[in-house]
Nanobody, 126 residues
């Protein structure tokens, strides 16, 4: 089992940057596909970015492509989301998630993930 704890959220002005981190427990972290999702009030949870166990392969939602970068450090059991050029529409609770499945197109779906963190709030003011 994996426990995930996010950090790094906060309030930032439009155009600014934030770096989210997710710390994972467990000795098998390096075998998991990792993802970031977000959920705004009144909306469904949506995919943001995912990274394969090796860190070689990544997926991004079209809405964040070119602005966000996902990375992982298997030695430290962490996955990060660097968010640049933030927009008010990026405001949401951001969740870290771990999947025991392989890195496929299904990796962009909520149902592909087995473990979730508690979330961290990101608020972008205009």
């Amino acid at each position: 089992q994996v426990q995930l704890v996010e950090s790094g959220g906060g309030l930032v002005q439009a155009g600014g940057s934030l770096r989210l981190s997710c710390a994972a427990s467990g000795r098998t972290f390096s075998s998991y596909t990792m993802g970031w999702f977000r959920q705004a009030p009144g909306k469904e949870r949506e995919f943001v970015a995912a990274i394969s166990w090796s860190g070689v392969n990544t997926y991004y939602a079209d809405s964040v492509k070119g602005r966000f970068t996902i990375s992982r450090d298997n030695a430290k059991n962490t996955v990060n989301l660097q968010m640049n050029s933030l927009k008010p529409e990026d405001t949401a609770v951001y969740y870290c998630a771990a999947s025991t499945g392989g890195f496929t197109r299904a990796t962009m779906k909520v149902g592909a993930y087995n473990y979730w963190g508690q979330g961290t709030q990101v608020t972008v003011s205009s």
